[in-house]
Each structure stands twice: as C-alpha cells, then as structure tokens.
C-alpha cells in the first residue's frame, strides 16, 4: 500500500516536472520564432509577452489608445473572463438540456427493445451531422440570438449522451437485475434502482464526450453574433488583426477545456468509485 | 409462513448453435413447505438451470413449477435467490445493499437499517457495514448476499452454492447458522452443493442429479438436520451418516 503510494507521488512528480519542462520549451521556442521577426508583418507573430498583454488589457479597464483619451471596458464592452463566462453558461445550459434529454431517452431506448430500434437511426443520423450543418437552419428558427446557439448545444450534446446511456443499459447484468427482481423490485424501482446506477459511470463517460463535443461547437456557433463569447471574441479579433488577442482568447479556450474535463473526471472518481473495480 | 414447491414434467432445452442442448429431462419433484432441501450433481447437470427456472428467471421448455399454489410466472419476492456469483450492487455500501428488499418494499429508513443490521450480525458482517461490496473478500461477498436474501424475507430460499468459496470454518460456522434459521423460521430451503457432506449434514432430504441432461436419481430423506439435540460432531460421527454418505457418492457418480 504504502510502496505504491510513494510510487504515484514521484510518479506525479516526474510528469508534472516534465510538463513543466516542456512548457519552458515550448514558450523560449515561441518566443525567439516571433522575436526573429521570421514572418512579415511582425504583428502576426506576437511575442508570448504581447500576448500575455492583450490577456491583461482585455480584463481590465484600459485607455483605447491611439491618441484618443478615452478608457474602454475589456474588449467589446466586456472583460474576457466575461466572454468565457456567456459561453461556458451556453455550454452549460446546452449540457443540462442536453442530458436531460439524452439519459431518460437512453435509459428508455436501451429498456424497450422496440423504442431503441424505432429511435435508434435518428439518433445515428443526428450524431452523425457536423452540428455547424444545421447551425443557418437553428438561426431561421430561433433567430440569431442566445437559443439558437443553446439549441445547437443540446443537438451536439445529447446524441453521445444517449448512446452512452444506452450501452450502459445493455451492459447491466442480467443476475444484477434479478436480484432485484428477487427482492420484490417494481419496472420503476429496477429502472431507477439498478439500471440508472449500474450505468451511471458509461453516462459520465458520454458526459465527458458531450463536453469535448460542445466546446468545438460552441466557438463555431459564435462565429455569428457570437459577442459576448470567447469564441467570438477570438475569431473577431483574428478578422481584426489584433492576433495577440485572438492568441489569448486559444489559449484561454483550450486550458478552460482541460480544466473542465478535469473536473468531469473528479467528479467521475467521487460519484462511481467502483468504475473498474465491480 | 412458507411454501411448498411443485414440479411437474420439467424438461428444458438450451438453444445453441448446432441444435438444442438438453439441460433438463422430466423433472418431476415436490417439496413440502418448510423442508430443506439439497441438490447435489456434477458439474453442468443443469442444478443452477433447475434453480434459476424455480426462481423465475428462465422460462422452461417443458412442464410447469407452482410454488405456494401459484404458477411462477417471472421472479418474485417469495422466492429469495443466493446466487453462484455474488451479485451486490457496487453502489450501495454493504448495509443499504442488505436493506434493499425492505427498501423496495417501502420500509422506513430506520427501520430496514436495523434490519440489515441484525442479518450483518448474524453472518458475521457486522464490521464491514459501511464497506462498498469490493472492498470485501469473496466468502464476505457470499455472506453479504446471503444477508440481503435473509433480510428480504422470502417464503422459499434458493441458494446456488453459496457457501462454495469459503473457507472450512467459516463454512461450517454458516451450515450451523442456516440450520438454526431454518429451524426458527421453517422456511423452505432448496440449497445446491457440490460437497457430499455438505448435503447429507444440512438436508432434511437430499436430491442427486444425473449428468446432462440432469434427471434426479436419487431422493432420500435424511434424519440429521433436523435434530437440534445433537451437535454438528457429533451427527458427523453417526454410522448413518457414513452410510447416506456413501450412497450419495455412488449416485453422483453414476
Ligand atoms: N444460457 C445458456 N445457454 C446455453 N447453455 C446453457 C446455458 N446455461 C447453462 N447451459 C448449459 O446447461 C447445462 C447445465 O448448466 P447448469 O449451469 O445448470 O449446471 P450446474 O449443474 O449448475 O453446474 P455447476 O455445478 O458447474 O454450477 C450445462 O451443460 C450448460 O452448458
Ligand atoms: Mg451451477
């Protein structure tokens, strides 16, 4: 017990040593490419310092600059962080509507053999749609604004929720639901009993699946009427040529993402601890 | 109160690729409520599917069960099942997997909780109550499982080798358990064993199964079990039980 402990410790130790290693690398390589000005105009290889300015300036009341003595609020009226939040708010809400759909859908899909097989090819065909398909469709519908984009997320989100439910479904015990039956369980009682739990931990996988799936999503769906978005912050100011902050906007987008999965994952290790192990 | 089991004509067959496997073959047997009842064979005589068929998980090709004047028709509370595997929910801790019949049946917190205490004690589990099901040995699995049966209350136990994956003492110390519930409660018990002695020592009638497909060739009721006066030792060291031994041993093993 203790042998392993210590192993994992200088384990962790060892790879967060190498990542930050590689980090130092990677940002000395990044800096000395964009201070040897290899590419014309310089503007478009911003140095990790503009870039980290940008970062700064977009989270803070600054002067607009340019001679004019006027002091704006982050960029686009809001601060950065602002932006991350709308969007992480619509991939929220896009992610609870969508499992709300996805896992009852799943859990009656994978229990009544003949709604699997009648749903089942829908489900397929929406999965496989690139969701940036039916974006122009969702803005006819429900116009340009916040629900067409929440409805693009629910669409792109509950399919993998589904099918994760789904297989977690089928993949319950046939013994561990007559056991229940056994003990005097209703339809209702093994379904929420045993089948849910038993296929929490596939949902949670689906879940993590959802989330990867929402975040390309979401910065595509930004791309029109996208602000107040990080998405659509990054892509605005890629058109606008302030590249240092459309860098910062990538950057914030993919360690958010990471963040977010870690948490998915911790949430994975305290809600089904026996994942693996039963 | 407890239930009586009837079968009648029961004949089943697996279908496999290349044709339908014969499991069972005229199974005709009744068992009065509150015997004890052991079922011995060789492996793969089909005792499990005799037992999962009784229990209502497997419908049988041919024939009929009644179990308390019912036709079984699909699973039931009445009938508790001790599984071959242990089959516990990982998602439950030990305590609330045993409280789960009371559960279902809509039995107050506190009260199934005390339950499910009372049957951990009594198979020994009393420590590992707040344990995950993983988290325990195998032979503590088995226990636990036999507790979840024991606190759902059923009319009939049916129990597939259960005791097969623990230890002598432990075995012995859960033979004697079963034996005093059984004498308390006078529920009907049909336990599978591979172990002759095991069958002779906890029957009040003992069954041998044919080899596939499983047809019972032996049925003799035994004395021993059913007397709380004389302690396990000593009914092992009966000449009776020496012979009933051997008799089973022959049956098996033709
Ligand atoms: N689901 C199934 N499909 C096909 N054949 C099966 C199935 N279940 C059991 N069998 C076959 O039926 C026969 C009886 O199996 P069963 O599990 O009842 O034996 P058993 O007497 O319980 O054996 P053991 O003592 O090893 O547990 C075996 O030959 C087995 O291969
Ligand atoms: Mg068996």
């Known amino acids: ?278 | 109160m407890s239930k009586g089991i009837n079968v009648a004509g029961l004949a089943h067959q697996f279908r496999a690729r290349g044709g339908a496997v014969p499991a069972l073959d005229r199974i005709d047997l009744e068992i009065e409520p509150g015997e004890l009842v052991t079922l011995a064979g060789p492996s793969g005589c089909g005792k499990t599917t005799l037992l999962r068929m009784i229990a209502g998980f497997v419908a049988p090709s041919q024939g009929s069960i009644v179990v308390g004047g019912t036709p079984v028709r699909g699973p039931g509370p009445d009938r508790g099942v001790v599984f071959q595997q242990p089959t516990l929910y990982p998602w439950l801790d030990v305590r609330r997997n045993v409280a789960l019949g009371p559960r279902l049946r809509g039995i107050g917190k506190a009260e199934r909780l005390g339950i499910a205490d009372r049957y951990l004690a009594l198979v020994g589990l009393a420590d590992a109550a707040d344990r995950r099901p993983y988290e325990l040995s195998g032979g503590m699995q088995q226990r636990a499982q036999i507790a979840r049966v024991l606190a759902g209350d059923p009319e009939v136990v049916l129990m597939d080798e259960p005791y097969g994956a623990l230890d002598a003492l432990t075995r012995e110390r859960l033979q004697n358990e079963l034996l005093t519930l059984w004498r308390e409660t006078g529920k009907t018990i049909l336990f599978i064993t591979h172990s002759v002695d095991e069958a002779v020592f906890l029957g009040s009638r003992v069954l041998v199964m044919s080899p596939r497909p499983g047809r019972i060739v032996l049925d003799e009721q035994v004395p021993f079990s059913s007397d709380a006066s004389l302690a396990p030792d000593e009914v092992r060291a009966l000449p009776a039980f020496a012979e009933t031994t051997a008799r089973v041993r022959v049956a098996i093993a033709h």
């Open chain 1, 1 to 278: 017990m203790s042998t392993t402990h210590v192993q994992t410790t200088t384990h962790g130790v060892r790879r967060w040593a190498g990542l930050a290693v590689s980090l130092g690398v990677l940002v000395a390589v990044w800096w000395l490419v964009a201070a040897a000005d290899l590419v014309e105009p310089g503007y478009l290889t911003p140095t990790p310092k503009e870039v980290w300015d940008a970062f700064v300036r977009a989270n803070t009341y600054h002067p607009i600059g340019g001679g004019v003595d006027r002091v704006v609020r982050g960029e686009e009226h809001y601060f950065l962080w602002e932006h991350l939040l709308v969007s992480l708010r619509r991939i929220g809400l896009g992610l609870l509507l969508g499992a709300a759909v996805g896992v009852p859908l799943g859990l009656v899909m994978g229990t009544v053999r003949w709604v699997g097989d009648l749903v089942g090819p829908y489900v397929d065909f929406l999965r496989s749609l690139p969701p940036l398909a039916y974006i122009g469709f969702l803005v006819a519908w429900f116009g340009i604004y916040d629900t067409s984009k929440v409805w693009l997320l629910v669409l792109a989100a509950f399919p993998p929720i589904t099918l994760a439910t789904i297989n977690g479904v089928r993949g319950v015990r046939e013994d561990q639901l007559n056991a229940a039956r056994s003990l005097g369980a209703s339809g209702l009682q093994l379904t929420t009993q045993v089948v849910l739990p038993a296929a929490l931990p596939d949902i949670l996988s689906g879940l993590r699946v959802a989330v990867g799936f929402a975040w390309t999503t979401v910065v595509a769906a930004e791309l029109v009427n996208g602000l107040p978005g990080i998405g659509g912050l990054a892509y605005l100011s890629g058109t606008q040529n302030k590249i240092a902050l459309s860098v910062a906007c990538i950057l914030v987008i993919g360690l958010t993402a990471i963040a977010l999965d870690a948490v998915i994952r911790t949430i994975e290790r305290l809600v089904v601890p026996w994942r693996g192990k039963a």
